[in-house]
């Protein structure tokens, strides 16, 4: 099994093939347009709402992150890192969610966006962002429950990313956990996803992100109506991408939202995760 050490470290590499600033400054100038564009950027969709958890990660799919790709598919750091600053009492708005995706996207993207946002660079961002203001960010890669629960006990927000596997190709998602009166509550734990195999006598659910590194790595062909077709450019081959990873996954109906309350924070992970899914870094916020 593969160590959450090499894991991050491994992750953290990635984010040398990092996005362009003139496609960054181009996924910003469209986020807000269409932010601002429903309601006077007050709400979207009934999705996006300033002063109020983002909880439907699937239904971002219209805004960009990284090189051609979406918050539905890799977005859920930066829904994590807004959903963790609005627990910590931050004014959020429509140019605060956008400022966290362009910060991530200049410091923290892997792989153009393919690898979503490096474990450990939302962890450099929390301590830049919320130390000067008098936060204590504090980190562990461990899954012991003593370990995270401590943690939890003395933290007043806890992000947290997990993985679901033994390797790096398998499924991760970042999220935030919120502490209310003394209890958890996991924020935009959206994808639960159906994973049966054919012939199996019931849907089993495991948490994931349509970030699924183990396809990204080799775009394959796509199948449609029983015919392979090769994706001929590099705007195909990321729409392919994004298709075969939709074909693959189902959503499950009403599972949006927020999942808990649970007693404990190695609770909350493991009731997400179902026992599967695993912490690879966790991080607590406690103002001093």
């Excluded at 984010?15 to 807000?32: D, G, W, Y």
């Excluded at 598919?73 to 362009?102: D, H, K, P």
């Excluded at 429950?145 to 190709?169: C, R, T």
């Excluded at 959206?190 to 970030?211: F, R, S, V």
């Amino acid at each position: 099994m593969i160590g959450n050490g090499i894991l991050l470290g491994a992750w953290q590499l990635l984010t040398v093939a990092s996005v362009p600033k003139k496609k960054i400054r181009s996924n910003t100038a469209e986020n807000m347009h269409i932010l601002q564009r429903e309601a006077g950027g007050r709400a979207m969709y009934g999705v996006f709402e300033p002063g109020r958890y983002i909880e439907n990660q699937p239904q971002l799919g219209m805004l960009k992150f990284g090189r051609g790709f979406d918050f539905a598919y890799g977005g859920c750091s930066v829904i994590a890192v807004y959903n963790t600053l609005l627990s910590l009492g931050e004014r959020m708005s429509a140019e605060t969610l956008c400022g966290i995706a362009e910060e991530l996207q200049r410091r923290g993207v892997a792989l153009g966006g393919r690898f979503g946002v490096a474990p450990l660079s939302l962890k450099h961002y929390l301590k830049r962002y919320l130390e000067p203001q008098g936060f204590k960010v504090k980190s562990t890669i461990s899954n012991r429950a003593e370990i995270l629960d401590a943690i939890g006990a003395e933290s007043d927000a806890i992000l947290v990313v997990l993985w679901n596997g033994k390797k790096l190709k398998d499924q991760f998602h970042a999220m935030h956990i919120e502490k209310r009166d003394g209890r958890f509550i996991i924020h935009n734990a959206c994808y639960l996803i159906k994973t049966a195999n054919a012939g199996d006598a019931e849907e089993q659910e495991q948490p994931g992100n349509l970030m699924q590194p183990g396809n990204l790595m080799q775009p394959g062909n796509l199948m449609q109506s029983g015919n392979l077709i090769q994706p001929e450019s590099t705007v195909q081959r990321e729409n392919a991408i994004q298709q075969e990873s939709m074909m693959q996954r189902e959503r499950i109906p009403g599972k949006y939202g927020e999942m808990g309350p649970y007693e404990t924070l190695s609770a909350a992970i493991g009731g997400y995760g179902r026992g599967s899914a695993k912490a690879a870094l966790t991080i607590g916020i406690k103002k001093q």
